[in-house]
């Protein structure tokens, strides 16, 4: 007993030295974001001479809390940011709404076409939003849409369906059937077992492409700019 023990625990401490490079890379990586994001709050309670001069991090005039109260009040920055929190909540609770329905039928049932479904959102992750922003904007412009709020989240939800729903027919593919084969005993219906059983089990990949496509939105600024650039100019 004592030699397997000592066996283990060489085993385990070869592992750990394999590991070794892998966790110094992860450990630098962390601690250079960390310095990063220290100076930039750093540099944000600063004023603009002191990060000019290199003299942040020493606060030589104190803590300038005002810069953000005059940051939030000047040049509308408020709207934008409660603008894009607006775009990046619609977009990523409707696209969870299609997209996880369409990603159970998918994962779950045998039919006609369901292999070209799945290639054809694969396909659709494939294509550069650049491509499609010029033929968007022309019709947009052409059914009188542009500098549409709405129109905007749309189209948000719709380039967020292909990712999201691929990324969640793995969720529902790995759940066991057995849930809805109990769920069909007591009498569910198809749509009440997914609604009641299978959407809060696969919760964990929906909190995950979730947070995915709210940054994805939040960090977007082309396809926005080009699509209300005709409402920042009439106002």
């Known amino acids: 007993m004592k030699?397997?023990?000592?066996r283990v625990s060489k085993?385990?401490?070869?592992?750990?030295?394999?590991?070794?490079?892998?966790?110094?890379?992860?450990?630098i990586w962390c601690l250079f974001t960390l310095v990063m994001l220290f100076w930039i709050v750093a540099a944000s309670l600063s004023t603009s001479p002191e990060i000019m001069q290199g003299k942040a991090l020493k606060f030589e005039t104190g803590l300038h809390f005002e810069n953000y109260v005059r940051a939030w009040s000047a040049n509308s920055i408020s709207v934008f940011f409660l603008n894009s929190l607006m775009y990046?909540?619609?977009?990523?609770?409707?696209s969870i709404l299609i997209s996880a329905p369409a990603a159970y039928v998918l994962a779950r049932f045998v039919f006609k076409g369901n292999l070209v479904i799945k290639s054809s959102f694969i396909t659709a992750m494939s294509i550069p939003q650049?491509?499609?922003?010029?033929?968007?904007?022309?019709?947009a412009t052409r059914a009188h849409l542009s500098g549409s709020k709405i129109l905007l989240i749309l189209l948000y939800i719709g380039m967020q369906i292909p990712y999201t729903t691929t990324f969640l027919l793995a969720s529902?593919?790995?759940?066991?059937?057995?849930?809805?084969?109990?769920?069909?005993?007591?009498g569910c219906s198809p749509m009440k077992t997914f609604w009641k059983i299978m959407l809060p089990l696969?919760?964990?990949?929906?909190?995950?492409?979730g947070i995915f496509n709210f940054m994805n939105?939040?960090?977007?600024?082309?396809?926005?700019?080009i699509l209300?650039?005709?409402r920042r100019i009439c106002q």
């Open 202 to 209: 696969a919760q964990p990949g929906i909190v995950t492409v």
């Open 88 to 94: 990046a909540i619609c977009a990523m609770v409707g």
């Open 228 to 230: 209300l650039l005709p």
């Open 217 to 225: 939105v939040w960090n977007e600024y082309f396809l926005s700019l």
């Open 3 to 6: 030699k397997h023990r000592g």
């Open 130 to 139: 650049i491509m499609v922003v010029l033929p968007l904007f022309s019709m």
């Open 172 to 186: 529902f593919s790995n759940l066991s059937r057995v849930y809805e084969e109990a769920a069909a005993i007591d």
């Open 11 to 27: 085993t385990g401490i070869k592992k750990q030295l394999r590991l070794l490079p892998g966790h110094l890379i992860v450990g």
